[in-house]
């Protein structure tokens, strides 16, 4: 039962995507103008994650060492285009407007691909199953975090409901560079807490 926890929560803290491996930016960056374009790309990513590690760990004795990558791309790409659909049929259309062109690049994100190569193409079905869905949790809970931390402080609200004055406003935030400071500083605190831990353990 241990090695099953351990697969599932690193990556909710320990090995976070975001706050200590620094994959996939690229969508942290560009969606997390609020907290709901977070979550949505988090929930979205992490769909795709578990059904290509299930899949992939699934067929991984079949596939030929010398195409395993396109074959993992096929994979993901057609677990992206299910979520996509889905998505259009039945997430609000202010989320699809606003995720555009990133939904169909989870198909080269590198956690995707990452977790397909490094864990589920060697573990089993239920291994890659805790892997994929500890990690997107973890994805979901950094793109939350960081989305609603910059759209309180550049609009004033959460989730789109007010709670600050309605003249309050630092747009910085909600643009490119608000992400990247917002994005730092969070990544600072944690490295910060964590050598603290790390200090009282060795002491």
């Not at 939350?144 to 759209?151: D, V």
Request: charged content about 10%.
């Amino acid at each position: 039962m241990n090695r099953y926890w351990k697969e599932f929560s690193k990556g909710l803290i320990h090995n976070n995507p975001v706050f200590v491996i620094l994959l996939g930016m690229c969508p942290t960056l560009a969606t997390t103008t609020n907290a709901l374009n977070g979550f949505s790309m988090g929930l979205a990513t992490m769909a795709v994650l578990v059904g290509s590690n299930l899949t992939i760990s699934l067929i991984r004795k079949l596939i030929p060492d010398t195409i395993r990558i396109p074959a993992f791309i096929v994979v993901i790409a057609t677990f992206v285009t299910t979520i996509q659909r889905v998505m259009e049929a039945w997430a609000p259309p202010a989320i699809n407007e606003s995720l555009g062109i990133f939904i169909p690049l989870i198909v080269v994100n590198c956690i995707i691909l990452g977790r397909a190569e490094a864990f589920a193409s060697k573990n089993t079905p239920l291994l890659s199953v805790l892997d994929g869905l500890g990690m997107g949790l973890g994805f979901t809970f950094a793109l939350t975090l960081l989305g609603s931390l910059r759209e309180i402080l550049g609009n004033g609200t959460l989730f789109g409901f007010r709670f600050l004055p309605t003249d309050f406003s630092m747009l910085t935030f909600i643009l490119a560079p608000g992400g990247f400071l917002v994005l730092g500083l969070i990544i600072a605190v944690l490295q910060k807490l964590n050598s603290k831990k790390d200090t009282g353990v060795s002491a």
